[in-house]
């Protein structure tokens, strides 16, 4: 009987860190809130049916055609919405990339509602959200042979299931604290978010030596998606052969980089724009 009520109390303190990391991300300013100079904003464009995206357009025209960044918010699969993006942690980072050229894309997608899992439906949203933009490029004047994908958290791993399954159509990945395998959490699993399919969506089950280079933000402390999950995704890198990841660890840091210092907050969003600008080919 302790050893179930020990269960029991590690399962009901994961769920309260699971809605507590979610909740961050629920309530957001706009994300026209950023100060993109000049540039033009196109808010709530709908992508497929009942599923949005913002595109927030740079203050002046630096390159040919727009690089593109498209961002995916965090939420832990039940929560969150495209307004992340001008979340402060990385604020300082999209008002920069906006002002040296580069657009930003951020979308919506599907978060577990009454009991139905946001699993697959959220992965095909991203897909199809990504592949509008790959589409609509001519029409906003997109350099759709420069895409890159951002996300955080929950928004991390879609990043990554997008970009290690069309990793011919992507320049880099972005990975803020994501998880890269779903099975950690599978026994945890009582809100129904992953219905027996965390294998299939895994980001570390798509790695290959062929994926985007990747650039991971994650803190040391994190209690929500644990740090040795991105040290688990360089691992797979490493053994595929593949060379082109960073991991960019903050000290003292739990999930969302709360509890960081002011001085690795800055360092944050520096390392986001230099590896943003040493991938645009």
């Not at 395998?181 to 965390?198: A, E, T």
Request: charged share 25%; aromatic share 12%.
């Amino acid at each position: 009987m302790k050893k179930r009520n020990k269960i029991l109390l590690i399962i009901l303190i994961v769920f309260a860190l699971i809605i507590i990391g979610s909740l961050i991300y629920i309530t957001q300013p706009s994300s026209m809130n950023l100060e993109s100079s000049d540039g033009a904003s196109y808010s709530n464009i709908e992508y497929k049916e009942d599923r949005y995206l913002d595109i927030l357009m740079p203050s002046k025209k630096e390159f040919s055609s727009i690089p593109v960044i498209i961002f995916f918010h965090g939420g832990g699969f039940i929560g969150g919405s495209k307004k992340g993006i001008s979340e402060n942690l990385r604020k300082k980072a999209c008002e920069e990339l906006l002002k040296e050229g580069y657009a930003i894309v951020s979308v919506d997608y599907f978060t577990a509602k009454n009991s139905i899992s946001s699993f697959p439906t959220c992965v095909e949203d991203c897909q199809d959200a990504f592949s509008w933009i790959y589409k609509k490029s001519e029409e906003y004047g997109f350099d759709k042979n420069n895409i890159g994908l951002w996300g955080t958290s929950a928004g991390a791993h879609l990043a990554m299931m997008i970009g290690f399954t069309n990793s011919d159509k992507i320049k880099f990945i972005i990975d803020e604290f994501g998880p890269v395998d779903l099975d950690v959490y599978r026994s945890l699993d009582f809100l129904g978010l992953f219905k027996n399919k965390s294998k299939k969506n895994s980001p570390i089950n798509y790695v290959s030596v062929n994926s985007p280079p990747i650039l991971i933000l994650h803190g040391i402390d994190d209690k929500v998606v644990p740090y040795s999950q991105s040290k688990e995704l360089i691992d797979k890198y490493i053994s595929c052969g593949n060379k082109d990841y960073s991991l960019i660890s903050f000290k003292g840091a739990d999930h969302n980089l709360e509890g960081a210092s002011e001085e690795d907050k800055s360092k944050f969003n520096e390392e986001i724009v230099k590896f943003v600008n040493s991938n645009y080919k």
